[in-house]
């Protein structure tokens, strides 16, 4: 695996954990 490789799957893990918050968020209120 690539340094560009491992960028991109730490920025796609980044956005799921934000939409994640942002749905509980949502959920919550």
Known sequence: MSVVDMVILILK???AVLQLL???L???R
């Open 13 to 15: 893990l980044i956005v």
């Open 26 to 28: 949502k959920f919550i």
């Open 22 to 24: 942002d749905a509980v």
